[in-house]
């Protein structure tokens, strides 16, 4: 049996060196970037959660941030309400996509009406059946057409320049149950700039934080209750939008992994929604006040991430053309502008 295809419990186990290339990020939390570009909330951001919490809770008229973008030729509101997200929060969600197992009911089960559960999904990491305290009596069943993106919290670690340990675990859980706490709230705008179409989108449907047991260094010691793998379900809505608006193939997230501050990564992700027709010739400075732009809330310090990210930008220069074929060159000004080295793959609409 092929060793990347395996069907266990009528379940298909495909890891990720066999998946396809497949989009991995969405134009609507890009073009307006809905996680913003740090490590901690400010103390805006604080406040305004304070602010909602005291309106009586989330409120469609209260949103944590809106920012107004184009994207296929729709002109769209993108809100934000739940929880604010991230840089770090971004990092997981797309490193599960690109990197993350993915289980499902094989076709053959799936024709036949059967179900999925999470002791099946559990058994596809822990051969036998899982300890009594990880059986989930209550909520078995999970969707019929879900698919599960399943890791180890080592790897998933890794992926996200964490080093794995306990401690960060914990980390990336809180941000797990923060991302299922999130989202966005789409308004479709008519010519007129009037409200014709509201959509929800939700980043996590479902997840589970399990301790593999066959993990376990020193059988004697009592581990059962710390996670070292997670599984979780993506919201449908999630999966729609980035169908319908996707960019940023998967095998292209190890490349993010070379540059350490989040404001660099995010705006790396904005520049490449954009044609390259559109980038080519503009200047550096002019860029960096577009992406700061399309951040839907207030900035700490613009100044002072303005300045950051330039310099930051300039210092990964080399590297930056080497993975994406976006170069940063001085004019006869001595302006600093963009230009697009010719070949790489475009598709932004």
Not at 79 to 85: C, E, P, S, T, W
């Amino acid at each position: 049996m092929d060793h990347d295809k395996k069907k266990s419990s009528a379940l298909e186990v495909t890891h990720q060196e066999s998946r396809p290339n497949n989009f991995i990020s969405s134009l609507l939390y890009t073009r307006a970037t809905v996680f913003y570009p740090a490590l901690k909330l400010t103390e805006t951001m604080k406040k305004k959660l304070v602010e909602v919490a005291e309106s009586g809770g989330t409120n469609l008229d209260i949103p944590l941030g809106s920012s107004r973008i184009n994207s296929y030729g729709k002109d769209l509101v993108v809100n934000l309400h739940g929880d604010y997200l991230l840089q770090p929060h971004r990092d997981i969600l797309e490193n599960l996509l690109a990197f993350a197992t993915t289980i499902k009911l094989n076709d053959a089960s799936y024709d036949s009406g059967a179900q999925i559960t999470w002791k099946t999904v559990f058994e596809t990491v822990e051969k036998g059946n899982p300890s009594e305290t990880q059986e989930d009596g209550f909520d078995s069943f999970i969707d019929r057409s879900a698919v599960v993106l399943s890791t180890s919290m080592y790897a998933l670690a890794k992926h996200i320049n964490l080093t794995p340990h306990p401690t960060n675990y914990k980390v990336i859980e809180r941000r797990i149950v923060q991302l299922a706490n999130a989202s966005i709230i789409i308004d479709e705008l008519d010519e007129n700039g009037v409200v014709k179409d509201k959509k929800l989108v939700k980043f996590i449907q479902d997840f589970r934080f399990y301790h593999d047991s066959s993990k376990k260094k020193n059988p004697k010691v009592s581990t059962s209750n710390k996670t070292n793998h997670v599984f979780v379900v993506l919201d449908r809505r999630l999966l729609s939008a980035i169908r319908d608006h996707g960019y940023f193939y998967r095998l292209e997230q190890v490349k993010m992994t070379h540059y350490k501050t989040p404001t660099l990564r995010s705006f790396l992700k904005f520049c490449l929604t954009n044609k390259h027709s559109f980038l080519s010739g503009k200047q550096l400075d002019w860029l960096i006040k577009q992406y700061l732009e399309s951040i839907p809330v207030p900035l700490s310090n613009p100044s002072r991430m303005r300045t950051s990210l330039r310099k930051d930008i300039l210092k990964n220069a080399v590297l930056i053309e080497a993975d994406f074929g976006i170069q940063f060159r001085p004019d006869d000004q001595n302006n600093i502008r963009v230009f697009i080295v010719e070949n790489q793959n475009e598709s932004i609409e």
